[in-house]
């Protein structure tokens, strides 16, 4: 790091000090930890992990400038054009940049084994109620065989992927389609995630 940013090595160290003490106050259990003399490795909860990576890369590139570098923008359009997706064809190109980021992170995080744990059966309801884009399920599938061990944990995957693009892209649904996945998470009377969100 400190020969890519042309910091010097006891600056880096300094700066790495200040995310141990940031991640320590956000309090979301996720430790910086040293692995050897060049890499550092996050560990802790694999959707915060996967949902603080995307956010880091949008804010530092301001939605338009391709920040992976383990990456290319060109995997990621290639993935784009097996899916095929007419969400996405129909997105803003700021909103088509989120989706993509989007996908690296997610696709980084799986091809490095790293797995979304055990989701709770309330969160697994509202991710089915949300998951309903043959597009994420493509994408999962073109990963599946090489990235996923079982059906659950395809379904998992499934889910989180749903709700990042749905979250941080909101206009991948148009409005009439918010309107009725809206009526019916609330009609999921017995979920408590859902309760709480009639609430607000």
């Given at each position: 790091m400190a020969n890519d940013l042309s910091y010097s090595e006891s600056y880096t160290y300094k700066?790495?000090?200040k995310l141990k003490q940031f991640f320590k106050h956000m309090n979301y259990g996720i430790q910086l930890k040293k692995e050897n003399a060049f890499f550092f490795k996050l560990n802790g909860n694999e959707s915060t992990i996967r949902i603080l990576h995307y956010l880091a890369v949008s804010v530092a590139s301001k939605g338009n400038q391709w920040l992976f570098t383990s990456i290319t923008q060109n995997e990621i359009m290639n993935t784009q054009f097996y899916i095929d997706s007419h969400r996405y064809k129909r997105l803003s190109p700021v909103g088509k940049n989120r989706v993509n980021s989007i996908l690296a992170v997610y696709e980084l995080a799986l091809k490095n084994k790293y797995k979304i744990t055990d989701l709770n059966t309330e969160a697994s309801e509202l991710g089915n109620a949300i998951n309903r884009e043959i597009e994420i399920n493509l994408y999962l599938k073109y990963l599946k065989e090489e990235v996923v061990d079982n059906d659950t944990?395809?379904?998992e995957e499934l889910?989180?992927?749903?709700?990042?693009?749905n979250y941080f892209s909101q206009e991948v649904r148009t409005d009439a389609e918010k309107e009725i996945l809206g009526k019916h998470i609330l009609s999921l009377t017995n979920n408590s995630i859902a309760k709480n969100c009639d609430n607000i």
């Open positions: 700066l790495f000090g944990q395809l379904q889910i989180h992927l749903a709700f990042l693009i």
